[in-house]
């Protein structure tokens, strides 16, 4: 079974206004599948850190131990014409109906 271990010398930062950012650096040991350690390692790391979003991750391996170094930064604006939406169009809906604040039924004018 693989785990999943902080380094001691993790935690490497930018300050800065520009591009702030911060290094985790993990050691992942129990395998040598590349397969299993991506999803140990997606399982694993935040997906915000120290108001830094995740941004990428870098694995490799060395002689029965992987290395992996997580970088977060600062979310980049999107530029003009850049869009991304998503939609949950799962679920359940709940149906909701109004009543009269005076709780009589509504009735039909003549």
């Known amino acids: 079974m693989a785990i999943i271990?902080?380094?001691?010398?993790?935690?490497?930062?930018?300050?800065?206004?520009?591009s702030p950012s911060?290094?985790?650096?993990?050691?992942?040991?129990?395998?040598?599948l590349d397969a299993e350690v991506r999803a140990l390692v997606q399982a694993t790391i935040p997906a915000?850190?120290?108001?830094?979003?995740?941004?990428?991750?870098h694995i490799a391996h060395q002689g029965g131990v992987w290395e992996v170094?997580?970088?977060?930064g600062k979310r980049e604006?999107?530029?003009?014409?850049?869009?991304?939406?998503?939609?949950?169009t799962g679920g359940r809906h709940d149906a909701h109906h109004a009543k009269p604040a005076n709780d009589q039924q509504l009735r039909p004018t003549r």
């Open 77 to 88: 604006p999107k530029e003009p014409g850049q869009s991304s939406f998503s939609f949950d």
């Open 48 to 57: 915000i850190y120290a108001g830094l979003v995740f941004q990428n991750y």
């Open 22 to 32: 911060v290094d985790l650096q993990f050691m992942v040991l129990g395998t040598e």
């Open 5 to 18: 271990i902080e380094k001691f010398d993790s935690r490497e930062s930018t300050v800065g206004i520009d």
């Open 69 to 72: 170094s997580v970088r977060y």
